[in-house]
């Protein structure tokens, strides 16, 4: 069977449970925070949507973590 060459496909927007994936952190944090109004989530049907631009900017608006020594 040849080998068929698949271009990747851009990832335009996540479920909850993929975007705790790509960001490593737990679902329930994701979840909550779609909850509590900070991540902007959509819901298309019956699935809820986070559009990655939402995502970025959900992270971006986190402190950044700092390296002091103690």
């Known amino acids: 069977m040849p080998y068929e060459h698949v271009r990747p496909v ?6 909850p449970l993929s975007a705790a994936a790509a960001t490593g952190l737990r679902p329930e944090r994701i979840r909550a925070a ?10 298309v049907g019956v699935k809820t949507i986070i559009k990655r631009s939402s995502l ?13 020594s103690a």
């Open 10 to 15: 851009s990832v335009v927007a996540y479920s």
């Open 34 to 43: 779609i909850r509590d109004g900070s991540l902007a989530a959509v819901r």
């Open 56 to 68: 970025e900017a959900w992270l971006d608006s986190h402190a950044p973590a700092s390296r002091a």
